[in-house]
């Protein structure tokens, strides 16, 4: 099978930034909304700079952004991608790739209408986050969705030529069995974490499976 494309999110330290940074990740995350993986923009400017060139491309997680907030982090982070991970509107959406000449990607949780919803926001967007759908939450929770509905969330996103991430609950002991349906990408955040922190160990169990798996396909 093709190597699916894999995004490491929630990065909240150098230290993080510097882990996932020399690994084979093709997009690294920075969440600039409230929670306990929030950074801050300046910070982020920082790491970057103290830690180029890297290959990967820089990923930011807002939450029902406003612009300001956007500009903020724009001036700080040359991000690649914007990533709207709130229950931003279709029509708010469309404000916000008006107002910035970027790459967006939406988030969708797992539910009945999310592929109608990737049809409803395909001319705005250049590509969604699946996620697992938790009360009270947006995401980074550990927790997975029934993959059986990814092949679903494939087809629609091939048919509208956008790229298709999978996340929510991905780690070591259960990508092989995500990449058996064979996701167009894979984005996870506490799937190698230990204490709060990017674990060297778990991410490079992670690669290793991924590329046997791919390998062996």
Same mark, same amino acid.
């Given at each position: 099978?093709?190597?699916?494309? +894999? ?10 930034? +510097?882990?996932?940074? *020399?690994?084979?990740? !093709? ?10 993986? *929030? ?40 991000? !690649? ?19 910035? !000449? ?5 988030? +969708?949780?797992? #539910? ?45 996103? #091939? ?34 974490? #230990?204490?709060?922190?990017? !674990?060297?160990?778990?991410?490079? +169990? ?12």
């Amino acid at each position: 099978m093709q190597k699916p494309l +894999l995004k490491l999110c929630g990065n909240r330290s150098y230290e993080d930034f +510097l882990l996932t940074s *020399q690994s084979p990740a !093709d997009y690294l995350g920075f969440i600039f909304a409230k929670g306990k993986r *929030q950074v801050q923009p300046q910070e982020v400017k920082e790491w970057i700079g103290r830690h180029i060139p890297f290959s990967q491309k820089i990923v930011g997680v807002f939450v029902n952004p406003t612009n300001e907030e956007i500009a903020e982090v724009l001036n700080a982070v040359p991000l !690649d991608v914007i990533q709207l991970h709130g229950n931003e509107s279709i029509e708010r959406v469309e404000e916000l790739t008006a107002a910035f !000449d970027s790459c967006f990607w939406k988030a +969708l949780h797992h #539910q009945a209408d999310t592929v109608s919803k990737m049809s409803a926001y395909a001319p705005f967007v250049d590509g969604y986050i699946i996620d697992t759908l938790i009360k009270g939450e947006w995401g980074g929770t550990g927790e997975t969705f029934d993959w059986m509905s990814v092949p679903s969330y494939k087809k629609m996103a #091939q048919k509208l030529n956008k790229i298709c991430f999978i996340a929510g609950g991905i780690d070591a002991d259960n990508v092989s069995n995500l990449l058996d349906l064979h996701p167009a990408g894979v984005d996870l955040s506490s799937g190698i974490e #230990q204490n709060e922190k990017k !674990d060297s160990a778990k991410l490079q +169990l992670l690669i290793e499976r991924m590329n046997k798996h791919v390998s062996i396909s």
